[in-house]
């Protein structure tokens, strides 16, 4: 290893997003090696391997075969599972006082989390952990604290609590796409022509044939083409017609495409891989 290799600086450490695990999830399904996902993600190879094994989860086949797979979303819940329970050995740690005095707060004496986070302030009471109102309010939340619930609490039992439906935000279809939060943020500003966005209109029940539009975001400019089915072969059909017809300026029209996550755009890193060979 040459000189120029060498370092004594701790690399930064990056923690793998959600959607980074679908990513896995997709890159996994289509046969990719550890090695090739840790390129396309970033990341070290060992990390690709230990987020494998955080996620994998076992699996019956068809023929009654058991197999292990890799599952985001299992890997997910065990990485907030975790971080929620370092939360706590950050902020309170190993305080059994200060957990004994919030216990028989609330459970004895009926006080809110409010009232006696005040009462340590205002007494000037001494504990090894330190934590706050709205901290406090999250660990009963998570049920840290054995035997306190939202119950004990006289304001919250008598609310009823909403219901939120988690918005997936994460492309279930096509988990190696990349996001559209990853554009460019010039392409937003509207004010360089050649930035376009595809999309498919598909026709009535019954009718396979569909539009394939294509909508530039400067000039509103639109081409519209008739297309057999929404279907990826229609679809690069239609791109590399676009390429014989506009030749070299081709670049020039068509700086960027940007696609939703449609079924007939999965294959988009073909269609990509045509177009930036074309660029070259």
């Known amino acids: 290893m040459g000189q120029e290799n060498c370092t004594t600086e701790r690399g930064k450490y990056k923690h793998i997003t959600e959607k980074e695990r679908y990513k896995i999830e997709g890159y996994m399904e289509s046969k990719l090696k550890a090695k090739e996902i840790g390129v396309k993600l970033g990341v070290h190879i060992s990390t690709v391997y230990r987020e494998i094994k955080r996620g994998k989860v076992e699996r019956i086949k068809t023929d009654l075969r058991k197999h292990r797979v890799y599952r985001a979303n299992v890997a997910q819940r065990d990485y907030e599972r975790k971080v929620s329970n370092r939360e706590r050995l950050l902020k309170i740690g190993k305080d059994r006082e200060l957990e004994e005095y919030i216990r028989y707060g609330i459970i004895k004496k009926r006080y809110s989390p409010d009232v006696i986070i005040g009462l340590i302030k205002r007494e000037s009471q001494r504990f090894k952990g330190n934590i706050c109102t709205k901290t406090l309010y999250n660990y009963i939340e998570r049920r840290v604290f054995s035997g306190i619930s939202n119950a004990n609490l006289w304001e919250k039992r008598k609310r009823k609590k909403k219901r939120y439906k988690r918005v997936q935000r994460i492309s279930l279809r096509n988990k190696g796409t990349r996001s559209i939060e990853d554009r460019p943020p010039e392409i937003n500003s509207r004010l360089e022509y050649g930035h376009w966005e595809g999309d498919c209109v598909k026709g009535g029940k019954g009718n396979k044939e569909s539009l394939f539009v294509l909508t530039e975001r ?54 990509e891989m045509s177009y930036l060979n074309l660029l070259c």
């Open 218 to 271: 400067k000039t509103r400019e639109e081409i519209i083409t008739k297309i057999k089915g929404a279907l990826q072969s229609e679809i690069r059909r239609v791109i590399d017609g676009l390429e014989r017809k506009y030749g070299w300026i081709f670049k020039e029209k068509f700086k960027t495409i940007t696609f939703d996550n449609g079924g007939e755009f999965l294959d988009w890193e073909a269609i």
